[in-house]
């Protein structure tokens, strides 16, 4: 057989951007790499389609007009976590598989923490420019010991659990708030895992935030929030801007509610050089320590990101799966076309039940989930893509991994990190529900075994409240024309499609409901694009299990609504993001019993 020079051509990657040699060096080994720097972006597009990889760090922007001109590439590889300059979308239709380093940086993230909170502490940056200016103020620059004081930490994942660890080290006492962090690793750490931020604030000295920056953990602490805090107790956040409160932050520190803060990250980078904006007051109060993003600025950071994307360059370009594919499709090959669109339903169910049933600021999610397959979708003989869907749409809207990516390589030991269980369950019986595929997700407290013996006597207000942490939650959902839908909401059946900005309210449904509800967001210039009522058609909200339940599931097309119930959910599909104010005035304005805003 003949070898043609198509055969013997070695894949290209282009680096327009500097990175480490040490990670360009692997490449080298196997596929030609070219490095062009201070391309616009004109040039870009024009040389890219002889690219079968590209290599970025923040700088260059990856539009969907440059992927559309890239012919051959088959991944862009981004040297750090964020992917903001990365149409991702866009890949993601044109079979680019996107690939970030979300490890790398880990230990520098964690030590420019531990770093911000010693110089606050000890008033290093002020006493350094006091002693530069020749100046020996001593009396003034008096700090504090860190030992014996409580650090909070939101987000226990690796960030959080090095930077518990040296906290320790430093005889500090740690209590942490994360929904999905494992108990048993938090033991192991000697760290203290409180249920929700309404405890974690008042008992912490220090508090540290290490989250990602998303629309449930925007703004995260504010006003509110930080009047829980000690007076005089201090703030930290080297993760993302934007999740605690510029303005309130400031105000804090000005009333001396808060007696510092140390900031790496802004919500506008660079920060608005406005002398009238919070950002810029931040800056410039003593009390506050600032630097511009260096959490992820070491030498040896730079490195380990830019070996990590390079060798998962080479994984894609042999065909194997890379470990931090932001987009990676999660199904295998020979199921694609099956499994596709229920992959994307569920995410979406997973990412719809911690947004609507759980709260960062009551952190109280279920952690046992029984996940059911019924009719020609229990016929595919792995579910392995489905579960690591669910993984991954359960804890995206609350993971503090920022920028790590479930995908089907890693979501069972995600899963056993977090301490989430799912109990997968196949029913191929289509008699059961009008759908030819249904998914349903059942999220309840784990088993355990009741005392026999033991008598208690509790108040019924505490009764009530055992009960709503007992309750289960359940939501099921089928595909029309390869797009996703959900079908039920606990007791409430429904049909809507899962994209977009949700509102989901509970209310009673009574007449002129959906007139008022319309009427409020009207005012807040919310345009309403689509709107479903959803029936109470489940009694005690009953869950299903094929072949073990004594009832079978109930659909929208066999659902008898009970008579006296006369609940009801509203969803609603909006144009825009909600604030808190819009849906706090629906429940006090608008006769809703509760509301939560949903992004899919």
């Not at 994984?315 to 992959?343: C, M, Y």
């Not at 503090?400 to 977090?418: Q, T």
Request: hydrophobic share 40%; proline share 6%; charged share 20%.
């Amino acid at each position: 057989m003949e070898v043609t020079q198509e055969d013997t051509i070695r894949p290209k990657a282009l680096c327009p951007e500097k990175l480490s040699p040490d990670g360009l060096a692997l490449l080298r080994e196997t596929i030609d790499v070219e490095e062009r720097k201070g391309l616009t972006a004109e040039e870009l597009i024009e040389i890219i389609p002889a690219y079968d990889a590209l290599l970025v760090r923040s700088e260059t922007k990856v539009t969907a007009e440059l992927l559309a001109a890239a012919k051959k590439l088959k991944v862009v590889a981004r040297a750090g976590v964020g992917v903001d300059n990365v149409d991702v979308p866009a890949a993601t239709k044109l079979g680019i598989i996107v690939v970030n380093s979300p490890s790398g940086n880990i230990q520098a993230a964690a030590e420019h923490t531990v770093a911000l909170l010693l110089s606050m502490a000890r008033n290093i940056p002020d006493a350094c420019a006091s002693l530069k200016a020749g100046k020996w103020e001593r009396s003034r620059l008096v700090g504090v010991e860190v030992k014996g004081k409580t650090l909070g930490i939101i987000g226990l994942g690796k960030v959080g659990l090095i930077v518990a660890r040296v906290a320790r080290g430093m005889g500090m006492q740690v209590a942490a708030a994360d929904p999905y962090a494992s108990p048993s690793v938090a033991e192991a750490a000697n760290v203290n895992l409180v249920a929700s931020l309404g405890e974690l604030l008042p008992v912490a000295d220090f508090l540290t935030i290490h989250t990602p920056m998303l629309a449930s953990t925007k703004g995260m602490l504010s006003h509110a929030e930080i009047g829980q805090m000690k007076k005089g107790s201090r703030i930290l956040n080297v993760a993302r801007g934007g999740i605690v409160d510029e303005v309130a932050l400031l105000a804090a520190l000005e009333s001396s509610q808060i007696s510092g803060a140390a900031i790496d990250v802004f919500t506008n980078e660079p920060p608005n050089k406005d002398p009238e904006s919070a950002a810029s007051k931040l800056i410039a109060h003593p009390r506050c320590v600032c630097t511009p993003h260096l959490g992820a600025s070491t030498v040896e950071a730079q490195e380990n990101v830019s070996i990590d994307v390079c060798e998962q360059v080479l994984q894609i370009l042999a065909g194997e799966l890379p470990r931090s594919a932001v987009n990676a499709p999660i199904i295998l090959p020979a199921d694609h076309k099956t499994l596709q669109p229920f992959v994307a339903l569920v995410e979406k169910m997973g990412s719809f039940y911690t947004q609507h049933f759980t709260s960062p600021k009551e952190q109280s999610g279920r952690s046992t989930f029984d996940l059911t397959y019924e009719g020609e979708i229990a016929t595919i003989s792995s579910t392995k893509p489905l579960f690591a869907a669910f993984i991954k749409g359960l804890t995206s809207p609350i993971s503090d991994a920022e920028g790590f990516n479930v995908n089907i390589v890693n979501a069972e030991l995600v899963a056993k990190e977090r301490g989430i269980f799912v109990n997968e369950q196949k029913s191929r019986d289509p008699s059961t529900q009008a759908y030819s595929s249904l998914i349903t997700v059942i999220a309840r407290p784990p088993s355990r075994a009741p005392s026999l013996n033991r008598v208690e006597h509790v108040s019924t207000a505490d009764l009530n409240s055992r009960r709503a942490k007992e309750e289960r939650h359940i939501i099921s959902g089928y595909c029309s024309d390869r797009s996703p839908f959900i079908s039920r909401i606990d007791r409430f059946s429904t049909s809507f499609k899962a994209e977009g900005m949700l509102i989901i309210c509970h209310n009673y449904d009574s007449p002129g409901k959906i007139g008022v509800v319309g009427e409020l967001l009207g005012k807040q210039n919310v345009n309403i694009n689509f709107m479903s009522v959803a029936p109470a058609s489940y009694k005690n909200n009953e869950a299903y299990v094929p072949k073990m339940a004594q009832e079978p599931l109930r659909t929208p097309s066999d659902a008898s609504t009970p008579k006296e119930s006369t609940e009801a959910l509203m969803i609603l599909g909006v144009d825009r993001e909600v604030d808190d104010t819009v849906l706090k005035g629906l429940v006090e304005g608008g006769g809703v019993l509760s509301v939560s805003s949903v992004v899919l």
